[in-house]
């Protein structure tokens, strides 16, 4: 069992910057997909960014450029780093596990633990 617990999310206005933590407890990161993901009210959840149990990274169109996910195997910690945060980027970011597998990392139904969300608030 992973438990996957996030933390960093906040109130921020457009423009700043944000860092994103999951730490996981009671298990190691080694040998896993992780992602992130993230659900605005009224909206399904969507596809952030992940880093398979390869190192390969995937960002979401819409955050490229903007997003960077990062993974600490020492610390059991994969990290988001949100800059230039627009208004639209308002949402709950969960990030989610699954063991390594070479299925596209972008689906949510893929992944099987799940932490239990940040909320990032973007004002204009």
């Known amino acids: 069992q992973v438990q996957l617990v996030e933390s960093g999310g906040g109130l921020v206005q457009a423009g700043d910057s944000l860092r994103l933590s999951c730490a996981a407890s009671?298990?190691?990161?080694?040998?896993?997909?992780l992602g992130w993901f993230r659900q605005a009210p009224g909206k399904e959840r969507e596809f952030v960014a992940a880093i398979r149990h390869t190192y390969s990274t995937y960002t979401a169109d819409s955050v490229k450029g903007r997003f960077t996910i990062s993974l600490d195997n020492v610390k059991n910690t994969v990290y988001l780093q949100l800059n230039s945060l627009k208004p639209e980027d308002t949402a709950v970011y969960y990030c989610a596990a699954r063991l390594g597998t070479a299925t596209s990392p972008s689906s949510s139904a893929a992944y099987d633990y799940w932490g239990q969300g940040t909320q990032v608030t973007v004002s204009s």
């Open positions: 009671g298990r190691s990161f080694t040998n896993y997909d």
